[in-house]
Each structure stands twice: as C-alpha cells, then as structure tokens.
C-alpha cells in the first residue's frame, strides 16, 4: 500500500523559501501515478497546490502559486518536493503530499492516499 512521509515545513517571514519533502512508499508502477501537494488554510476547504505525473510530464499548479512554487520528483529516491519561493501570508496552511493511482494529474479530486500534514506559517 502507499505510504507518504512527510518532513519539511516551519515558520518564515514573508518573501522566505521553504521546501517540503515527502518520501513515498509503496507504490508499484509509474504508468499511472501521481503525486501533489495540497493545503488546507484555517477555515477554507483543501485545495490543490501542485501535482506531478510519476512517469514524467510537465506539473500542474493552481494560479495562486505559480512562478513561485516548484514541485519536482526524484524517482531514485522515492521522493516529492515542493520548493516554495516568495512565500507570503496567504500561503500558512497545512500542507499535505498526496498521491493517486491515475493519469490526470491536474484534476485535485478523489486523491487515495495521504500524508500526515505539515504546517507552513508566513508572517508578515
């Protein structure tokens, strides 16, 4: 069965970096699989962030966040990154690695297995 672990995460000021990583285990094939972020702000529903086909292919990303976030995959490694540039306040969330069993990448429901969650916090 998949199993994501997640690490990653923390506290920065506003225009900081971070990245997350998220190692996956379990998975048996690249042919149809995917793997993303999502978050999940104080009072909003989750959403989608960024999504990678295993296989290779250009990622996905909500508007929000392009040009400053990057995912990238390395497969040696069974491990999904999320290297977040220009952070600002409106990006505190918890932000979750998720993975799915599909071809289409870019579409944020119905996704089967997740991580555990790891807090971002921007300040101003």
């Known amino acids: 069965q998949v199993q994501l672990v997640e690490s990653g995460g923390g506290s920065v000021q506003a225009g900081g970096s971070l990245r997350l990583s998220c190692a996956v285990f379990g998975y048996t094939t690249y042919s149809s699989f995917c793997m993303g972020w999502f978050r999940q702000a104080p009072g909003k529903e989750r959403e989608g962030v960024a999504s990678i086909y295993a296989g290779g292919g250009s990622p996905y990303y909500t508007d929000s966040v392009k040009g400053r976030f990057t995912i990238s995959q390395d497969n040696a490694k069974n491990t999904l990154y999320l290297q977040m540039n220009s952070l600002k306040p409106e990006d505190t969330a918890m932000y979750y690695c998720?993975?799915?069993?599909?071809?289409?990448?870019?579409?944020?429901?119905?996704?089967?297995?997740w991580g555990q969650g790891i807090q971002v916090t921007v300040s101003s």
């Open positions: 998720a993975a799915d069993y599909r071809y289409q990448c870019g579409s944020w429901g119905g996704w089967n297995y």
